[in-house]
């Protein structure tokens, strides 16, 4: 009878010891995040030029559009930037807009109400280019989006502007907002280098991916251990 008591007593024990180490790790755990690349219209040119590239200013926006499968948080956008016409440069602004179709504009002159999801400021680099990459998180739906920089709105009234010295990823068709002329409007525009078409600007944006943290499958490997052992306990008397 002692024998059978201390023998329930031990497994008792042992399942005991296991479940709170499990929990404890279950607990203490954390998910880490990795960022994965949603748009990458270019790979990184060489930094430090000072050749200047495509103007961005309150006339003048330049962005790319693109597509979101599932439910997406964004973290990062930015892109190779550098100071604009005659070395201006201060804060621009970078903006997500919501898009009605893949090959859609914003609906207003420059955006309508309702269409910009998310605003942040960049501080443009003064003298020499480089790649700059600034915080914007906002979930998104699936659906097309654009990825705009531009100054005069959302608290943005530096100039600056996106080099042309970065080996092409994707066709290099950009969407800009014009307001040099009388009427104002958006168009696509294939913008490259002048001496080489596979030469263009660089904008980036990525987003935050939950990646699968260890502790938990840890903590459920010792747990299926526990079964298995309990089993052949169990078996053998």
């Not at 299926?224 to 078996?235: A, E, K, P, V, W």
Request: aromatic residues 6%.
């Amino acid at each position: 009878m002692n024998k059978i008591k201390s023998y329930k007593l031990g497994i008792t024990s042992t399942v005991l010891g296991l479940v709170v180490c499990a929990a404890l790790l279950l607990l203490c755990s954390t998910g880490t995040k990795a960022d994965t690349i949603i748009l990458e219209t270019a790979s990184m040119g060489p930094p430090g030029t000072s050749l200047g590239g495509i103007g961005i200013n309150s006339s003048q926006f330049l962005g790319s559009r693109f597509h979101i499968n599932d439910i997406t948080t964004i973290s990062l956008v930015g892109g190779h930037l550098t100071t604009g016409q005659n070395g201006a440069a201060g804060d621009i602004f970078a903006a997500i807009v919501q898009l009605g179709g893949p090959s859609a504009f914003p609906l207003g002159l420059p955006f309508a109400a309702g269409e910009v999801l998310a605003t942040t400021l960049i501080s443009v680099p003064s003298g020499s280019s480089q790649d700059v990459m600034v915080s914007l998180p906002i979930t998104l739906q699936s659906g097309d989006y654009l990825l705009v920089f531009g100054s005069g709105l959302f608290g943005a009234n530096g100039e600056g502007g996106l080099t042309t010295v970065n080996p092409a990823l994707t066709a290099p068709i950009f969407t800009v907002y014009n307001a040099h002329n009388v009427v104002p409007f958006w168009s696509d525009v294939r913008l490259t280098a002048i001496n080489n078409p596979n030469l263009t600007m660089r904008i980036v944006v990525e987003a935050a991916v939950p990646e699968a943290a260890p502790l938990p499958l840890l903590a459920i490997g010792l747990l299926l251990l526990l079964f298995i052992s309990l089993r052949r306990r169990i078996s053998r008397d």
